[in-house]
């Protein structure tokens, strides 16, 4: 996916709002367990997944728990840490070999004092945190489950179980049945 592709999918911006994400911006690849951010550290950045996939997570009482999952396409980092520059409660990391686009919190800053443009791109990632807190507080596992199938297919062919599970917030038994009866 391009620059353009990319910028395309959440607005207009103009051949020169391009070339400037571009300058910006930072291609980078990982390999499978690779950690793009470690809990307790501060993100500094937001990641674009080329190719690949991510799992956040973070530990409560010595067990794992997924608290998003994260498949090429789409715009990945951790809201609170980065808007309030504090400590990570979670850790990402990659499942499988990626490839992202960084644009660090300085350089977004940056690029929309260059062009205003860009805060529809701040106001897009606002709006996929409220997404993300409607999803995990207004929807039973079962709803998010049948909303992840429809909207999100390839998580369920990507992710195993126990991982989607863990996200769901559901015991891996359960969500096999839920699977069963669909």
């Known amino acids: 996916m391009s620059t353009a592709e990319i910028l395309k999918s959440v ?3 103009s051949h020169h709002d391009l070339l ?10 990982l390999k499978k367990n690779d950690v793009l951010l ?6 500094q950045s937001f990641y674009f997944i080329l190719s ?3 799992f956040q997570f ?28 504090k400590p990570s409660e979670t850790t990402i990391k990659v ?6 686009v960084e644009l660090s919190l300085n350089n977004l800053h940056s690029l929309i004092a260059e062009s205003p443009s860009f805060l529809f791109l701040g106001r897009i990632f606002d709006q996929a945190s409220h997404r ?14 049948n909303y992840i199938k429809k909207a999100k297919p390839l998580m369920v062919q990507v992710f195993p179980v126990k991982m989607i599970a863990s996200y769901l917030k559901v015991a891996p038994e359960t969500l096999s049945r839920v699977r069963a009866k669909n």
């Open 95 to 100: 499942f499988e070999d990626a490839e992202i």
């Open 38 to 43: 470690q809990q307790d550290e501060i993100c």
């Open 20 to 29: 400037l994400f571009e300058a910006y911006s930072v291609y980078r690849t």
């Open 58 to 85: 973070r530990f409560n009482d010595g067990t794992e728990t997924i608290i998003d999952l994260h498949l090429q396409n789409e715009w990945m980092y951790n809201h609170s840490s980065l808007i309030e520059q």
């Open 132 to 145: 993300t807190y409607l999803f995990d507080h207004a929807l039973n596992p079962l709803q998010k489950y």
């Open 11 to 13: 607005g207009l911006f």
């Open 52 to 54: 690949g996939s991510f």
